[in-house]
């Protein structure tokens, strides 16, 4: 493997709080300092003038769908999509078919990553058997086989007992608990936001008080057992004010905000148009803007995609009918920078730091940071650069995408995992 | 102003004149209806589909009669005889039906928004005859067409709703049509079957019957479904007609001439008292004969018609 010459870019890294114009060298699948003169000479160099080089993104919410539905993505495919989003980690979600209860599963998801994906990827496990929410799952094998958190995601355990025995037992091993906060009995048939727009559009309601409580059920469970919860994709104004208040009770409990619920509102389903629907659903302005201030003081420690792939054929459908979930791998970051840096002045190196250091961080990943013997995982993007999205011609096996056909600000140009470029100029090549 | 539009999807998107001009031709009709012969050619060769897959009656009546009336071919599909019980898709259904060499297809479906899909996939025209609890356009249109029959002009009217508005497509379509025409909306109910989302609508929501009640004109009473009481919508049938049921004493509480609507299906007794009903302040059969007239100006208009010409197709 030859060595990595990175020049002239602009380099941020904020776990080492760098952010300078210069070089970035890598050896042996890891960052170094410097290279050697007769190491520079053999080393690949790839001017970056104009580019920002990070560390490669971290996403510790995509949902692969492997194994047992592959017509919708596999782990190769998901995680070229990863790729071509600047990604070099990510952590998939369990609800496969079957769903990654048992040893066994887990091992089967490994085994295919190490066959196939071109970055990293770690699995989770699941909290209940079956995700059906009714007995614990085995998490110490599980964890022993490798996962790397538990979570029902799709799914909330409803039982605030076996949560709070769930946490518990997981405290054992130290594996944080993700938790897709969302009460089932007031969203019996829900399929959108509960307000004024799905008044309108006769769709029924999933009210912000759904997640609000399990949010709550969840900081005071984390505050009581001691574990640590990871609350997924925050999309209620209150739910930010309650994790604001329980941080600042020191209460273990972490949470992320998606790309889409920061950038858009159901105010876009008015055509009901399914690649606009998923779960929780987009919410109202004001909860948007309150996710984004959350952001912004660390009420909501990062960003993560719930990239959840399905077919076109799947999407395409009455709007009641059809599956919960959009794409995000390949639109991120784009996305991230147009409503972070652009819209709301958020620094670029802090919007970096939400999508490496600290979702690395929340599941412990040795990842996120440029740091000298660091894993060479790296991101080269040009922030400016526009670019149409052809949801179609991308590297997920599905489409379905709200920025679909849409002129996105910011462009991926080459990914880098253990000092291998993984992605470049529109490519995977490895 | 010629129409234009080949879809009729829901009455929010039409405009005041749309509006003025299928009453117009609905009134043109109306007058067909009234001889021994009651069939006009304006449609002979086309054939409609009415995809019916959520039950009703009414309003597939009255849409297999219009068609007739207007000498149009109809076939009617309903959800338990179509291959939607085989797990066809809506899109694959649809697009069989426009191979057959349908003209038109009028669809019930119990989805939200599937009358809008449908159209984006198809060539011919789409009638929406009710979708979830969206809109149910000609049920707006045909009780609009019949309040201006008693009242003339709605500008400034008192309108009343009373009942499960949640789930109302009739609900939804009639605030469009009446706030566009410029009547002064109220609901009214119980504060789970009446939310405060509804203001946004332009209507002023109530959860006391008997101001709502004062001095209007119209009150339309909405079907309350059983299956809400078992949700937890209201306590009971018994408390809902207690504080809700439109009875003798509150019909006094309503302008003198006010008339009193129903979409059907009626709960005698629960939503409405029997005398009431049938009484003669009661218009709910000339909604359903104004029904036809409404769903012929439709059918006619979103095939090709022209307002004007209706006289000149007898």
Request: glycine share 8%; charged share 20%.
């Amino acid at each position: 493997m030859p060595s990595l010459w990175i020049s002239n870019a602009r380099i941020i890294d904020p776990a080492g709080k760098r952010d300078e114009v210069g070089d970035l060298f890598m050896a042996n699948g890891r960052i170094v300092s410097s290279l050697s003169a007769a190491d520079k000479k053999k080393a690949k160099k790839i001017d970056a003038t104009g580019l920002v080089a990070c560390p490669g993104l971290v996403d510790i919410h995509v949902h692969l769908r492997e194994p047992g539905q592959t017509h919708k993505e596999t782990i190769e495919t998901g995680a070229r999509a990863a790729a071509a989003g600047g990604f070099t980690s990510v952590v998939c979600m369990p609800n496969t078919a079957p769903v990654a209860d048992t040893a066994g599963t887990i091992q089967q998801i490994k085994d295919s990553i190490a066959r196939t994906a071109c970055i990293k990827i770690y699995p989770t496990g699941c909290i209940t058997v079956g995700m059906k929410g009714q007995a614990l799952a085995p998490i110490g094998s599980l964890k022993r086989a490798g996962v790397i958190a538990i979570t029902d995601d799709g799914d909330c355990v409803q039982s605030n007992e076996l949560m709070r025995r769930a946490c518990e037992y997981a405290r054992m091993f130290d594996l944080p608990i993700m938790d897709h906060c969302q009460d089932h009995s007031m969203t019996v048939g829900a399929v959108m936001n509960e307000g004024t727009v799905s008044t309108r559009l006769g769709l029924r309601g999933w009210p912000n008080a759904a997640e609000d409580l399990i949010v709550a059920r969840n900081a005071i469970l984390s505050e009581y057992t001691g574990a640590h919860i990871h609350l997924q994709h925050i999309s209620s104004k209150f739910s930010v004010e309650i994790i604001r208040r329980a941080k600042k009770r020191g209460v273990r409990i972490t949470a992320e905000a998606t790309p889409h619920h920061i950038a858009l509102t159901d105010e876009a389903l008015g055509t009901y148009d399914t690649n606009f629907k998923m779960n929780p659903p987009l919410r109202t302005e004001e909860d948007r803007l309150e996710i984004i201030a959350g952001l912004r003081d660390g009420t909501l420690d990062i960003l993560a995609t719930d990239h959840a792939p399905h077919t076109d054929y799947e999407k395409d459908k009455e709007f009641d009918y059809a599956p919960n979930g959009i794409l995000g791998l390949e639109t991120a970051l784009a996305v991230s920078l147009d409503v972070l840096v652009r819209q709301n002045k958020f620094k670029l190196a802090y919007v970096i730091d939400l999508l490496t250091r600290r979702p690395a961080q929340i599941v412990k990943l040795d990842a996120g940071t440029l740091a000298a013997g660091a894993a060479a995982d790296v991101c080269l993007f040009d922030p400016e650069e526009k670019w149409v999205y052809d949801a179609k011609a991308g590297f997920s096996k599905s489409s379905n995408s709200p920025w679909h056909g849409q002129t996105l600000r910011g462009r991926v140009k080459t990914t880098i995992v253990d000092g291998r470029v993984v992605f470049a100029d529109g490519r995977i090549t490895r | 102003m010629p129409w234009t539009r080949r879809h009729l999807l829901t009455i929010e998107e039409l405009s005041v004149e749309e509006i003025h001009q299928i009453h117009a031709t609905a009134s043109a009709f109306k007058k067909i209806l009234g001889r021994s012969v009651k069939k006009v050619p304006a449609l002979r060769g086309k054939t409609i589909v009415n995809l019916f897959l959520e039950p009703s009656t009414r309003t597939r009546m009255a849409f297999d009669m219009a068609a007739k009336r207007l000498s149009a071919d109809v076939i009617s599909l309903d959800g338990n005889s179509s291959s939607t019980t085989k797990g066809e898709t809506l899109r694959d259904t649809a697009q069989n039906i426009e191979a057959l060499q349908a003209d038109m297809i009028v669809i019930r479906h119990s989805a939200a928004g599937s009358p809008l899909y449908l159209s984006n996939i198809l060539g011919i025209p789409v009638i929406n005859a009710g979708d979830g609890a969206h809109e149910h356009p000609t049920q707006g249109l045909l009780d609009t067409f019949t309040m201006r029959e008693h009242l003339g002009s709605l500008k400034g009217r008192k309108v009343v709703i009373l009942g499960d508005i949640l789930f109302s497509r009739v609900a939804r379509s009639n605030i469009h049509a009446l706030t566009k025409l410029g009547a002064n909306v109220t609901i009214v109910g119980p504060s789970t079957l009446v939310p405060g989302w509804f203001n946004a609508l332009g209507v002023t929501v109530s959860h006391d019957l008997r101001s709502a009640l004062a001095d209007a004109e119209v009150v339309m009473l909405l079907r309350i479904q059983h299956e809400r009481q078992t949700s937890g919508m209201f306590p009971s049938l018994g408390e809902y007609t207690s504080l809700f049921g439109l009875n003798k004493t509150r019909a006094g509480w309503l302008d003198p001439k006010a008339i009193i609507m129903h979409p059907g299906p009626i709960n005698r007794g629960v939503e409405i008292d029997s005398e009431l009903a049938d009484g003669n302040r009661s218009v709910i059969l000339e909604q359903v004969t104004n029904g036809i007239a409404i769903r012929m100006a439709v059918l006619y208009l979103c095939a090709g018609g022209q307002p004007e010409q209706v006289v000149s197709t007898e």
